[in-house]
């Protein structure tokens, strides 16, 4: 992961900046949005994305802009894979995209996923599809 100086001034986004960029639906806040999220493409700008973030993102992209899930996991990662995403726990954000685009569980269901594939951690649930998910995962991994 690409270091940065100690005196790089990081921001915390919320799930409007992204949505702005992704869909594109209103030009003003779209190229403010832009402005900062193609600095943060390149590494010249970070900022850290909450899992609640995400997991807005998710909701609204899927449930009132009816993006299909294989859209939102392919737009969703792309961003999270930029230079300037510093989140400390960008991979498992990453992983629990790409999982949330090869199955049905919600992104949070995946973010446990994935929090379970990158530790040693195990999965307590009652919930037979996200324990067959994860425990699928882990063998996997």
Known sequence: MRSFRSDTVKKLIDANVILRYLLKDDEVL???????LEKVKGGEESVVIPECVLAECVYVLLKIYK??????SEKLQGLFSYKGV??????VMI????LF????LSIVDCILCARVMDSRL???TFDDELKKTSALQRRSA
């Open 30 to 36: 779209f190229k403010k949005a832009s402005s900062l």
């Open 67 to 72: 993006v299909e899930r294989r859209i939102v």
């Open 86 to 91: 510093v989140n400390p726990d960008k991979k």
């Open 95 to 98: 992983d629990s995209i790409a």
């Open 101 to 104: 685009g090869q199955t049905q």
């Open 122 to 124: 195990e999965l307590f």
